[in-house]
């Protein structure tokens, strides 16, 4: 299950900085400081969404 939420970290980490981003960007944040941080955010966030989402697909495997 490890190697499953490492492959989809990536996926959901680029999604949730590429929205954190633009959230930022939208709130006209233009400065590099809040964007990094936006980044940072998303990727640490993915972690235990990344986690729950393997989780979720290796119980709905082994269920069938």
Do not use: C, D, N, Y
């Amino acid at each position: 299950m490890l190697r499953l939420a490492m492959i989809l970290h990536f996926v959901i980490a680029a999604t949730l900085m590429g929205v954190g981003v633009i959230a930022v960007l939208v709130m006209g944040q233009t400065k590099p400081v809040p964007i990094i941080l936006a980044a940072v955010a998303g990727f640490v966030l993915a972690i235990p969404v990344s986690w729950l989402v393997a989780r979720a697909i290796t119980r709905e495997t082994t269920a069938s």
